[in-house]
């Protein structure tokens, strides 16, 4: 299974439905042979399902959820019939609008709708021609980057008599996604989570203060246990949860702690520093749980291919990862934040311009992560990056259970 994960490349994009839950994960492959896929769903039944539920398992609302994967799959993969017997509910064949619909692509497709499998249609313009097989399609998907509203809107209007499901893709602002709403896409995908959605003379809640006033806090390194403990002590729900987690079986420390001053000198001000920036983040109850899991995400995976690769400090890596996504969960404009934080300027270069070694390394991770497919790691490090996806995406469940006081 390694094998395949490092040849493939293998990155999650969410789908967020009209209230901004995930309902589903695109998984994004680079390869430079197009036969990688086909080899990677013809291996091993039991690695298959290991992997896709991986990159589709997220934690949310007290549970651990399994996600439906939609797979990018050609023409060619789709007439070999080439699928393993994988959960028909957890697979979503994602196919490209085809210049010819043939009668032996449409028979071909059919087998897949009779057994179960969810069709969709990507990068769908819609045109009579195509009507057969929207009749076999689930849902449609139409780049918003390609067609004007009016245009859209009389695609949506021509596939209403088919029933599929309208997913509005490359949405990379919160304005682009309230006119998709309001033009009635069911489903969205894009960049515009990570955006913040700014409000001219917005002012901070004294939540979100005391936020900013601990982070800034984590910046000094000669900041003391005493300082952090009263910072912390000033939001009582992020007092709990962090005595809740230094006191859970992760840690089996002998005695049980119960003060936040304890906590710091037990675990060090490394663990605490941690801790207590991704529990001040988790505090944010406003944004969506998935703009909190792209932060968790982020920002071990940059810690991890730190340390394994040494170029950078890892605790900086991890640290440069939460700030570079702070603005869109506290909805500030970046500048202003970095001003009040007080960073390093190897921080404030790395998330403004991607500039220094740990720019570099943010840009690598934030590439890797969407799939960009003009992005090419070189084949010494292909497999550090793999390893530490496929871990930022484990840890960021086990975290967001910890973080909400589950399991404790």
Same mark, same amino acid.
């Given at each position: ?5 490092? %040849? ?5 994009? !969410?789908?967020?439905? =009209? ?60 007439? &070999? ?21 043939? !009668? ?36 449609? =998907? ?8 009016? @245009? ?23 304005? #682009?996604?309230? =006119? ?36 800034? @806090? ?6 003391? !246990? @005493?300082?952090? *403990?009263?910072? /912390? ?43 207590? &920036?991704?529990? *001040? ?8 749980? #998935? ?36 603005? *869109? ?14 960073? /390093?300027?190897?921080?404030?270069? *790395? ?27 070189? !084949? ?20 967001? %259970?910890?973080? /909400?006081?589950?399991?404790?």
């Amino acid at each position: 299974m390694e094998e395949h994960l490092n %040849q493939l490349g293998l990155a999650r994009q !969410p789908i967020f439905d =009209r209230e901004l839950n995930v309902v589903a994960y695109e998984l994004l492959y680079q390869s430079e042979h197009g036969e990688a896929v086909a080899k990677f769903l013809k291996g091993d039944q039991e690695s298959c399902n290991v992997l896709i539920n991986n990159f589709t398992s997220i934690y949310d609302s007290g549970t651990l959820k399994s996600l439906p994967a939609f797979l990018n799959v050609t023409e060619g993969f789709i007439r &070999t019939e080439s699928l393993p017997s994988l959960s028909r509910h957890n697979l979503v064949l994602d196919v490209k609008q085809q210049p010819n619909i043939t !009668p032996e692509l449409l028979g071909s497709l059919k087998k897949y709708v009779d057994a179960g499998y969810r069709l969709v249609l990507d990068d769908f313009t819609y045109n009579s021609d195509y009507d057969e097989l929207l009749k076999l399609a689930h849902m449609v =998907r139409v780049d918003i980057r390609k067609h004007s509203d009016e @245009a859209i809107v009389s695609h949506l209007e021509s596939m209403r008599p088919f029933k599929v499901v309208s997913l509005a893709e490359n949405v990379e602002t919160h304005d #682009e996604y309230e =006119r998709c709403h309001a033009l009635g896409f069911r489903l969205f995908q894009g960049t515009f989570l990570s955006r913040p959605t700014l409000v001219e003379g917005k002012k901070l809640t004294s939540n979100q203060a005391i936020v900013i006033h601990l982070l800034a @806090a984590l910046q000094d390194q000669d900041v003391t !246990p @005493a300082v952090l *403990a009263d910072i /912390s002590s000033r939001d009582p729900q992020l007092t709990f949860k962090l005595l809740r987690i230094v006191n859970s079986a992760q840690y089996n420390l002998p005695n049980k702690i119960e003060s936040l001053s304890q906590a710091i000198i037990a675990l060090g001000m490394n663990e605490i520093n941690k801790w207590a &920036t991704l529990l *001040a983040l988790s505090s944010n109850d406003e944004k969506p749980s #998935e703009l909190i899991r792209q932060i968790l995400v982020t920002a071990r995976m940059c810690e991890s291919v730190a340390y394994r690769t040494e170029e950078i400090d890892s605790e900086l890596a991890f640290i440069t990862g939460v700030i570079s996504m702070l603005d *869109a969960l506290l909805e500030i404009d970046q500048e202003s934040l970095l001003e009040q934080l007080s960073v /390093s300027d190897e921080i404030v270069e *790395a998330v403004t311009s991607y500039e220094g070694p740990a720019g570099r390394l943010l840009q690598a991770v934030n590439f890797y992560m969407i799939g960009q497919s003009a992005f090419k790691l070189p !084949p010494h490090i292909q497999e550090v990056y793999a390893d530490a996806y496929y871990d930022a995406l484990s840890w960021s469940n086990e975290t967001m %259970q910890l973080m /909400s006081g589950s399991h404790l």
